[in-house]
């Protein structure tokens, strides 16, 4: 068995790949980094590094290759003979790999090759819509009919946390990825074309927007909390952050209201929300998985936009009738974010400085209600004067 993943970074050799190997496929990766590419090929396997009880357990995932991306028509063979197929590229590079995958859609056409489930590892609501259509694209109508008759589009949410492999490590291994040992694969049950393939900890479930929202609104969310909150307190390090109780009850009253809200929305029970919520607060506290402030707070322009995890969980919230006071502060925090060389963040505090909270948060979030523009802009002044005695009172419910 054959799988294909695009993108040889940190999700691709250090969750999804796994996955393929442990499941019996041997892994072509495609990537456009040539020491990456002939690396894959000298060594065909990779080294593993699960991080457990403050120590690395060294693991191998093996039985790979690679090609080349820039390599149009190896890309095309590749995915012509392909059994499964990912993509884990960040969504500002489809525009540049539909192209390439609309050959191998055409190749597999001329092979009278049947489906080809894609396992779109995307951090953007509705990527596999979105890789579709810049594939199609590329397309005409005949294989556009073999394509939406064979290709399926199954979007994913990933969980794992993939941080920066420590330099010592490195050095000695280029091909090393360090990962934490959550290992699970939530994908959307109704995506797939023919049948589902068996796959290791891959989870198929619908309808799948409650794990995509659970991801984004609660996950994702509460991580920018404890970066932006860690940030006024002048930690590095997200452990840090959440070691910090008063952080770690903001964030925990964050999760508590985005879990209300998407269990009011999707019509869920809340108990697994709720689990879901303690469990990543234990995650952060992975000292090995070395998560900065900086990188998971960074470019504030697109994590506080409109549907992004703060503003996204906070109108889900309010439409839904939950309070979200908690969420507020995350969103008054990241206004106040800035790290050096975040230019998109200094953009937000900069402007936030020069016209008013209520005119950065229409600007950016689209939030424009008065007593949500009053209540972020409360926390927000407080916090720039005084950040302890700021979460102090919102704590206690004071401020």
Same mark, same amino acid.
């Given at each position: 068995m054959k799988a294909v993943?695009?993108?040889?970074?940190?999700?691709?050799?250090?969750?999804?790949a796994q996955l393929f190997t442990e499941s019996g496929y041997h892994t072509t990766f495609v990537d456009v980094v040539d020491s990456v590419v002939n690396?894959?090929?000298?060594?065909?396997?990779?080294?593993?590094?699960?991080?457990?009880?403050?120590?690395?357990?060294?693991?191998?995932?093996?039985?790979?290759?690679?090609?080349?991306?820039?390599d149009p028509e190896a890309v095309a063979e590749a995915i012509s003979e392909a059994d499964i197929m990912a993509t884990a590229v960040g969504v500002n590079i489809l525009k540049f790999i539909a192209e390439p995958i609309s050959l191998g859609v055409k190749r597999r056409m001329r092979k009278?090759?049947?489906? &080809?489930n894609i396992i779109v590892c995307e951090n953007k609501i509705d990527a596999n819509v979105y890789l579709h259509d810049l594939i199609a694209g590329y397309l005409d109508d005949e294989e556009k009919q073999y394509f939406d008759d064979n290709f399926g589009f199954v979007e994913a949410s990933i969980g794992r946390m993939v941080p920066a492999t420590p330099a010592e490590i490195k050095e000695k291994e280029p091909l090393a990825v360090c990962v934490?040992? +959550?290992?699970?694969?939530?994908?959307?049950?109704?995506?797939?074309?023919?049948?589902i393939p068996e796959i290791k900890n891959m989870l198929p479930f619908a309808p799948f927007e409650l794990f995509i929202e659970r991801k984004l609104y609660m996950h994702n969310m509460s991580h920018a909390v404890c970066a932006y909150l860690g940030n006024l307190f002048g930690y590095k390090y997200i452990w840090e952050a959440a070691g910090d109780m008063r952080i770690?009850?903001?964030a925990l009253g964050a999760l508590?209201?985005?879990?209300?809200?998407?269990?009011?929305?999707?019509?869920?029970?809340?108990?697994?929300?709720?689990?879901?919520? +303690?469990?990543?607060?234990?995650?952060y506290d992975n000292k090995l998985l070395g998560d900065t402030v900086a990188r998971v707070g960074n470019d504030t322009k697109r994590k506080l936009s409109p549907a992004d995890r703060l503003p996204g969980a906070f109108k889900r919230a309010a439409e839904t009738g939950v309070p979200n006071g908690f969420i507020?502060?995350?969103?008054?925090?990241?206004?106040?974010?800035?790290?050096?060389?975040? &230019?998109?963040?200094?953009?937000?505090?900069?402007?936030?400085?020069?016209?008013?909270?209520?005119?950065?948060?229409?600007?950016?979030?689209?939030?424009?209600?008065?007593?949500?523009?009053?209540?972020?802009?409360?926390?927000?002044?407080?916090?720039?004067?005084?950040?302890?005695?700021?979460?102090?009172?919102?704590i206690k419910g004071t401020l």
């Open positions: 993943m695009y993108g040889a970074g940190n999700i691709g050799r250090g969750f999804i690396e894959l090929n000298d060594k065909n396997e990779y080294p593993l590094y699960i991080t457990r009880g403050g120590e690395y357990e060294r693991n191998k995932v093996v039985n790979v290759d690679a090609v080349n991306g820039k009278s090759k049947g489906t &080809l934490e040992p +959550f290992c699970t694969l939530p994908v959307d049950r109704d995506a797939f074309k023919g049948g770690r009850y903001i508590t209201e985005s879990a209300s809200a998407l269990s009011v929305y999707h019509k869920t029970d809340i108990r697994p929300l709720i689990e879901h919520a +303690f469990d990543l607060l234990t995650r507020a502060c995350g969103i008054a925090a990241g206004l106040l974010f800035a790290p050096e060389g975040d &230019l998109s963040s200094a953009e937000i505090r900069d402007y936030t400085v020069e016209n008013g909270v209520g005119a950065a948060l229409e600007k950016y979030s689209e939030i424009t209600d008065d007593a949500a523009v009053s209540e972020i802009k409360r926390y927000y002044d407080a916090m720039k004067r005084d950040p302890a005695s700021a979460l102090d009172g919102i």
